[in-house]
């Protein structure tokens, strides 16, 4: 069954401006990864995040986990046209092999 | 050099044919996976491999049959094609993958498979 849920489903701004998505999931996880996704191509990890941390930086993405909302917010600050994607999280189960399973994921549009 | 690769990239097919789709992974991971990604663009786990064994195998259809014939392979089988069956198809790896192991995965390009 799907586990995250991101919103907004899309997001449009404009360059410099930063970027917020959030992902919500149901049952507990061991990880949640973001992922970036352009148009015609693979995902792209971004970050990792563990059940016991609270907060990961990497250059201008900032994500967060609050594991008592079942939710996630990834932060792109300082937005670029390069960044327009769409952005995924993947949550990692608790239990078990480990295996991804993503949200619909947010494409995000900016414009110069 | 391309860390993970799908072969082809474009695969258009009538109804009833059966198809394979190849993967293969350069970075020496211990385990390897099948997506499916649909028109609204939702990404679902098909299968995975490790060490060459099937460890997941998520509710398909068995018309789809992956074969590991290495580590670093991952081929997907698709028989008697259905209309349902267009997407893109992801490969991926990871380094880990085992029980409670933490994995970040590598992506394929995607295949795009369309049937008329």
């Known amino acids: 069954s799907q586990q995250g849920e991101e919103d907004p489903q899309a997001l449009s701004i404009q360059e410099g401006e930063n970027a917020t998505m959030n992902c919500s999931y149901k049952?507990?996880?061991?990880?949640l990864q973001w992922y970036r996704q352009n148009s015609g191509r693979g995902l792209v990890h971004l970050i990792l995040?563990?059940?016991?941390?609270r907060e990961k930086h990497s250059g201008r993405l900032r994500v967060t986990l609050d594991t008592s909302k079942k939710s996630s917010s990834l932060l792109i600050t300082a937005s670029r046209a390069a960044d327009t994607a769409s952005y995924f999280c993947?949550?990692?189960?608790?239990?078990?092999?480990?295996?991804?399973?993503f949200g619909k994921g947010t494409m995000l549009l900016v414009s110069p | 050099d391309t860390a993970v690769s799908q072969t082809p990239k474009y695969l258009v097919t009538q109804m009833g044919n059966d198809k394979s789709i190849k993967c293969e992974q350069n970075?020496?991971?211990?385990?390897m996976y099948w997506y499916k990604q649909d028109s609204k663009k939702f990404l679902k786990i098909m299968f995975s491999?490790?060490?060459?064994?099937?460890?997941i195998n998520e509710t398909v259809p068995n018309r789809f049959s992956p074969k590991s014939p290495d580590k670093a392979h991952l081929n997907l089988h698709i028989n008697s094609l259905e209309l349902g069956d267009s997407a893109v198809y992801f490969c991926?790896?990871?380094?880990?993958?085992?029980?409670?192991?933490?994995?970040?995965?590598?992506f394929g390009p995607g295949t795009r498979l369309t049937v008329l």
């Open positions: 970075l020496g991971h211990d385990t």
């Open positions: 049952t507990s996880i061991n990880n």
């Open positions: 491999y490790n060490n060459k064994e099937l460890i």
């Open positions: 993947a949550t990692d189960a608790k239990s078990g092999y480990s295996t991804l399973t």
């Open positions: 991926a790896s990871s380094q880990g993958g085992g029980v409670n192991s933490y994995n970040e995965q590598f």
């Open positions: 995040i563990r059940s016991n941390e």
